[in-house]
C-alpha cells in the first residue's frame, strides 16, 4: 500500500504541494486529476523519492521512502512526466539494461522482456534507436520499462499521452488487467480514462485535495452526471 | 557491485552510440603523437624513453578529460532521464562509481591506444619499460582525478558546455598548484613548508614522481584520493538536487 501523510513541496515562495495525505489500498486505480500546475508530478515525485519534501512522509509497501529507499523502489515501476529515456538506446538495449537492474535472470529474463514488447506492441522498433521513435513509441517503451519487473505498485505520470486511440485502448485494457491486488496510482488529464480505469480519483488544485471519491460517484455530484462538469466546478470554484 | 558494472556498461555503450567517441580517441591519439615527435624532439634527443611524451599528459588530460566527463550527468539532466536513473534500485553511489568508471575505461582504452609510442621507442633503443609502465598508470591515475573532478561539476551543471569550461578552470587549478612557476614564486619568500604544500596539492607533484618511474605509495594513495573525495562530492550534488 501506499500511505503519503502531510506531503508539501515549496519552491521558494511556491507551494507546489501543500499537506497532501492518501493512503491507496492493492486493487485499487487511483486516478490523480487536476489542472496544469496542481501539483501532481510533485506529489508523484515526492512518492517515488525522486523530490525531498519540505515536509510530511511517503510510505510505499511498508517501506518509508527517506530512510528505506531501495528497499521501496524495488517494489514499483515509474513513468516519469515525459517518458525521459536514453536516446542513444534501442528499445531492447533499453530493456536489456532495465532488466539487469531489476535482477531478472535466466529464462523469466528473456520470456519477460518478450511479454512486456509484445504487450506494448514495440516489436517493429524493436531495434531503432529511441531518438528516432515517434512520441507514442516512446512513451510505450517507458511503460514497458515501468512493468517489466511485474511490480506491486505502478505510478504512471501521463501514461497515454500522445497515444494513438487504439494504443490508449490497448494501455487501458492493460491495466485494467493488471491483476487486482496491485495499486496502480496513473496521472492524466483524459477524464473518460479515469471513468474507464479508476477505480478512485484524486483531484488536485493548487496543492490541495479537493475531491476523493469513486469516478461515478464524482460524476453523481453534477446533474447530468458528467464527469468534466464536476471537475471544471471544482477545480475553478465556479458552477458549470 | 553488480549495479555499478551494469551502470558502467550502460555508460561506456553511449559513449560508443556516437561517432564523436572514435573522433575523440583520435584526436587523443593524434594530439599524444604530435606532441611527442614534433614538440617533444623525441628524435633529436636522441634518448631511448618516453620522457617527452608523457610530459605532455597533464596537459592532454587537461582539455581532454573534461570533454569526456561533461556529459556524465549534465546530459541526464538536460534530458530528463536523470529522474529514471535516480528511480531505479540503485543506490546514489553505484551510479556515480558506475559512470565514473565508464568514463575512466574510455580513457584507460584511448591511452592503451598510444601504444605504437611505445612500439617505436622500443624498436629504436633499449628503454626502461618499467619506467615506461609506472608512466602510463600515473597518467590512468592523474587522468582519473580530472574524470572525478568532472563527474562532480557534471552533476551540478544542465549544460554540458558550461560543466566543460568550469572543470577545466577547476582542473588547472589542481594542475597548476604543482607547477615550479607557481611554487618558485612562493619559494621566494613563503616558508618551505607552505610551498611544499602547495606543491603536493598539485597534481604535476605527484605526476612527475610517478612518471620517472618511483612508485611511491604516497603519489598513488593522493590520487586516490582526490578520486574518492571528488565522487563524494559527487554524490552530495545528486543529493541536494532531490530537493528541487
Ligand atoms: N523546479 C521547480 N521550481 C519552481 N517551481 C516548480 C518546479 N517544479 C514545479 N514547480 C511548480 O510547482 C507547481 C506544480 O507543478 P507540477 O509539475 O507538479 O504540476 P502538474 O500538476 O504535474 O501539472 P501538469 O498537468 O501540467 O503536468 C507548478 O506551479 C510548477 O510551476
Ligand atoms: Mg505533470
Same mark, same amino acid.
Given at each position: ?73 524495488? %517494489?514499483? =515501476?515509474?513513468? !516519469? ?6 536516446? /542513444? ?6 530493456? *536489456?539494461? +532495465? ?60 501514461? %497515454?499521452? =500522445?497515444?494513438? !486511440? ?6 487501458? /485494457? ?6 487486482? *491486488?496491485? +495499486? ?57 | ?244
Amino acid at each position: 500500500m501506499i500511505r503519503a501523510d502531510s506531503l508539501s513541496k515549496n519552491y521558494g515562495a511556491i507551494k507546489a504541494v501543500d499537506g497532501i495525505s492518501f493512503a491507496i489500498e492493492p486493487g485499487e486505480v487511483v486516478g490523480l486529476l487536476g489542472p496544469n500546475g496542481a501539483g501532481k508530478t510533485t506529489t508523484m515525485r515526492m512518492c517515488v523519492g525522486y523530490l525531498a519534501p519540505t515536509s510530511g512522509s511517503v510510505e510505499i509497501h511498508g517501506f518509508d521512502l527517506a530512510t528505506r529507499t531501495q528497499a521501496a523502489r524495488k %517494489t514499483f =515501476g515509474y513513468l !516519469p512526466e515525459g517518458a525521459p529515456l536514453w536516446g /542513444e538506446m534501442t528499445p531492447r538495449a533499453f530493456l *536489456d539494461f +532495465i532488466a539487469d537492474v531489476r535482477e531478472l535472470r535466466g529464462a523469466q529474463r528473456e520470456a519477460r522482456i518478450e511479454e512486456v514488447a509484445a504487450l506494448l506492441q514495440l516489436h517493429p522498433v524493436f531495434d531503432q534507436r529511441i531518438e528516432t521513435l515517434s512520441k507514442g513509441f516512446r512513451r510505450r517503451v517507458g511503460l514497458a520499462q515501468a512493468i517489466l519487473h511485474d511490480p506491486p505498485v505502478l505510478l504512471l505520470d501521463e501514461p %497515454t499521452d =500522445g497515444l494513438d !486511440p487504439n494504443q490508449k485502448h490497448e494501455v487501458r /485494457e492493460l491495466i485494467r488487467g493488471m491483476s487486482s *491486488d496491485k +495499486i496502480v496510482v496513473i496521472s492524466t488529464h483524459i477524464l473518460e480514462e479515469v471513468e474507464a480505469v479508476c477505480s478512485r480519483a484524486i483531484i488536485i488544485a493548487a496543492g490541495r485535495i479537493v475531491a476523493d471519491d469513486s469516478p461515478a460517484a464524482l460524476a453523481a455530484r453534477s446533474e447530468a452526471g458528467r464527469l468534466d462538469e464536476v471537475f471544471r466546478s471544482i477545480t475553478t470554484g465556479r458552477k458549470r | 557491485m553488480r549495479p555499478v558494472w551494469t551502470i558502467a556498461r550502460r555508460e561506456l555503450r553511449a559513449y560508443f552510440a556516437t561517432p564523436v567517441a572514435y573522433v575523440f580517441i583520435v584526436i587523443f591519439v593524434a594530439l599524444s603523437g604530435v606532441f611527442t615527435f614534433y614538440l617533444g624532439n623525441f628524435f633529436e634527443r636522441e634518448q631511448a624513453d618516453l620522457t617527452p611524451f608523457f610530459g605532455f599528459h597533464p596537459w592532454l588530460h587537461l582539455v581532454l578529460a573534461p570533454a569526456v566527463s561533461m556529459r556524465l550527468w549534465a546530459e541526464e539532466r538536460q534530458s530528463g532521464s536523470v529522474e529514471l536513473l535516480m528511480c531505479l534500485p540503485i543506490a546514489a553511489w553505484q551510479a556515480v562509481l558506475g559512470k565514473f568508471l565508464a568514463a575512466w575505461c574510455f580513457i584507460a582504452a584511448a591511452l592503451a591506444l598510444t601504444f605504437p609510442t611505445w612500439i617505436t621507442v622500443n624498436y629504436l633503443g633499449d628503454p626502461d619499460n618499467g619506467v615506461i609502465l609506472a608512466a602510463y598508470f600515473g597518467s590512468l591515475l592523474m587522468a582519473g582525478a580530472y574524470l572525478a573532478i568532472g563527474a562532480c561539476i557534471s552533476a551540478a551543471c544542465r549544460s554540458q558546455v558550461v560543466a566543460f569550461v568550469t572543470t577545466v578552470v577547476v582542473c588547472f587549478a589542481f594542475l597548476l598548484a604543482g607547477f615550479p612557476l607557481v611554487l618558485d614564486a612562493f619559494a621566494g619568500w613563503a616558508p618551505q613548508v607552505l610551498v611544499d604544500v602547495i606543491g603536493s596539492l598539485g597534481f604535476l607533484t605527484h605526476f612527475n614522481a610517478i612518471s620517472k618511474g618511483v612508485l611511491d605509495a604516497r603519489d598513488v594513495l593522493y590520487f586516490l584520493l582526490v578520486i574518492a573525495a571528488f565522487l563524494y562530492a559527487n554524490a552530495i550534488v545528486l543529493d541536494l538536487g532531490r530537493g528541487n
